[in-house]
């Protein structure tokens, strides 16, 4: 797949028909270059593989935070999966639905939760009891009851 989306053209890689060497000079190395449409494309794969069940498939932030890649995705009907405040920020920045975000990761602080409460995220991973009763009190405190899944980890000694 990868030869394709980078394929060599007259003695050069090519990102979407522009010859690598070109960035570099252009740019300088180390450069890192992405193809829109390799990214797009693979989150279109994701969706027809699935679309019986009209899934939301989310793209890891963490897994880079380019506000253009985070944008393609979501203007092509990706959600977000974030960890973060700040990752919540990006996400909703760049045009993720918020219908279309799960916040996961541990360590969520209160206020992280509020916004991502008053936000309208599709849900919250939960990965503990005092997670599940902080997020409890947070929503009650906004009125609003909080959407989740639980994560369980099985056989793993905490």
């Not at 760049?94 to 975000?101: L, T």
């Not at 206020?111 to 409890?136: D, K, R, T």
Request: glycine share 10%; hydrophobic share 45%; charged share 20%.
């Amino acid at each position: 797949m990868l030869k394709d989306l980078f394929p060599a053209r007259d003695g050069a890689l090519h990102c979407e028909d522009v010859p690598l060497e070109d960035l570099a000079a252009k740019f300088g190395t180390p450069l890192y270059v992405y193809s829109r449409a390799g990214i797009v494309g693979m989150l279109s794969a994701y969706q027809n593989a699935f679309r019986k069940w009209d899934p939301v498939v989310a793209y890891a932030v963490k897994a880079n935070p380019s506000l253009e890649i985070i944008r393609s995705l979501a203007a092509s009907g990706g959600g977000a999966d974030i960890v973060s405040g700040g990752e919540l920020h990006r996400a909703l920045k760049a045009g993720v639905d918020p219908s279309k975000i799960v916040f996961a990761g541990v360590g969520k602080s209160a206020s992280e939760m509020e916004e991502a409460l008053s936000a309208g995220i599709l849900l919250f991973n939960v990965e503990s009891v005092p997670e599940l009763e902080l997020l409890n009190e947070v929503a009650g405190r906004l009125g609003r009851v909080a959407p989740i899944a639980i994560r369980v980890n099985p056989d793993v000694d905490p």
